[in-house]
């Protein structure tokens, strides 16, 4: 089964709204990463965040951890279409090994 | 600097033959890493490769393999083709391998197994 779950399963917004999507995961971790990938090509590293920190900005997005509920949310603030895309989160097993594990995606469309 | 570069980018192969896919990593980079994507299971990891070793592996089985070369250059290889194997495979480079930095994607190949 997945370490992490993307939610929701899709999204829908008007340009120049915020995007929010969540991630849950099952067991501890040790790092949890961010990526958006679009139609059908390589993935592009959003944010990274540890498990002893609660939240991270870059740009227009920022990012939240809660190690108590095992679970991570996305926000894009005032979007563009440029933004429509899959994003991803990203779970390491918190022993160590480097053995990633992604969830479904949530995919994002941002109309004009 | 060139990002990383996945050849070729389609390929269509025929059941039970086998394909070898290529993946140069940015320069200077050691780790590279293989998933496979499909829509019914998402991304799911391979191996991952450093300084010519396998490092850690996914669940998969044996005919998937691949190998690292001495300048971080990796290949994937996959017998016995099965129609299930038709995916977008990725490959992705990063300095030392970890969940603790980031990892750059090529742009995949995308096999069909017909």
């Known amino acids: 089964s997945q370490q992490g779950e993307e939610d929701p399963q899709a999204l829908s917004i008007q340009e120049g709204e915020n995007a929010t999507m969540n991630c849950s995961y099952k067991t501890s971790i040790n790092n949890l990463q961010w990526y958006r990938q679009n139609s059908g090509r390589g993935l592009v590293h959003l944010i990274l965040i540890r498990s002893n920190e609660r939240e991270k900005h870059s740009g227009r997005l920022r990012v939240t951890l809660d190690t108590s509920k095992k679970s991570s949310s996305l926000l894009i603030t005032a979007s563009r279409a440029a933004d429509t895309a899959s994003y991803f989160c990203a779970t390491d097993d918190g022993g160590g090994s480097y053995i990633p594990t992604f969830g479904r995606g949530t995919s994002l469309i941002v109309h004009p | 600097k060139a990002g990383v570069t996945q050849t070729p980018r389609y390929l269509i192969k025929t059941r039970g033959q086998q394909v070898t896919l290529s993946c140069s990593p940015i320069?200077?980079?050691?780790?590279v890493s293989w998933y496979q994507q499909t829509p019914g299971q998402g991304l799911q990891f391979l191996f991952e490769?450093?300084?010519?070793?396998?490092?850690n592996k996914g669940n998969f089985p044996g005919r998937f393999s691949g190998r690292q070369f001495s300048n971080s250059r990796s290949e994937m290889n996959v017998s016995t083709l099965e129609l299930g194997d038709s995916a977008l495979y990725l490959c992705a480079s990063s300095l030392v391998g970890g969940m603790d930095t980031e990892a750059f994607f090529g742009q995949g190949t995308r096999l069909t197994v017909v």
């Open positions: 490769y450093f300084s010519e070793t396998q490092r």
């Open positions: 320069s200077g980079h050691r780790s």
